[in-house]
């Protein structure tokens, strides 16, 4: 039936509609003022829906997947919040995740192991998209959802609404004082309210440096950003289920310049980074690095 109505939709749409194929009709939508989902019926059940208008503050540990984690003593580290993403809910017994940032599809279909755990934490707020809500109901139901859900979304690929190309995103997004775009790149930007999207830039920490600076954290501690080695696992991998990974590709031509301009916005906020991957390639000017054994000193 799903394929009947995934025909009907692409014959009387646009093709930049094309992205909400698989939601149609089983997803209704209803938006906030300033552009955010606030509900969400799928297959005629309301999914309830973390507001996470509510603001946060202080510090906060974002654990990336890099091998340098392996080598992380975190126990010198004061309390504060915990965002992973992706693979990095397996440091479960070392850190106490608070938050979470998954809107890799791939991830949640190759590592539905670790997608169980984490949809099971009571104590964990999940951010992710619609696409990544759906998935986890037809895989799990929505009975065994345990953390709060709060949906983001892609700025290029808002849901009922046209895709956005990159070469129109610096036409249709220059005029916003919310969002700040690339000198290097035209097709990248940064959002400072995540109430009308985020934006991709091929790496889900870009993701969180967008959503953390809405909460309203003010220091940003980044574990194993390493984007070095990529032919190595991650953190929680092994050579034998390690999954493909494109930011080798993507390293000089989106990531660096992304991150450039990330650590440009977070600064000109008043947002302190502080890499701990001491051999991370992302350089010295973009983010701070500091060995995880310095960086609670002050």
Known sequence: MSAFFKQIYRYTRPRTYRHNENLWPFCQITRASKGEIIQLCYKGKLVPLLNWNNHFSGDVLVTATGPSIKSMDFTAMPAMTVLGVNGAYTLKERLNFQLYIIVDMSFMDKRADILKEIIADSELILFTTLHGIVRIIDRFTLEAVRCQLALIEDACYRIYQPRVSLNDIRYL???????????????????????????????????????????????????????????????????????????????????????????EVLKEKGIRVKNLSLYSALSNDIFEKVSIRDAFQD
């Open 173 to 263: 997004f220059s005029k916003e004082p919310h969002i700040y775009l690339s000198s290097e790149n035209p097709n990248i930007a940064f959002t400072t309210d995540i109430r009308s999207g985020v934006f991709d830039a091929g790496t889900v920490v870009f993701w969180a440096l967008q959503i953390l600076l809405f909460l309203g954290f003010t220091r940003f501690y980044l574990a194993g950003l390493d984007m070095t080695n990529f032919h190595q696992p991650r953190f929680y991998e092994s050579d034998s289920n390690k999954m493909p990974s494109s930011l080798e590709k993507k390293f000089k031509s989106l990531i660096v310049p992304a991150f450039t301009l990330a650590g």
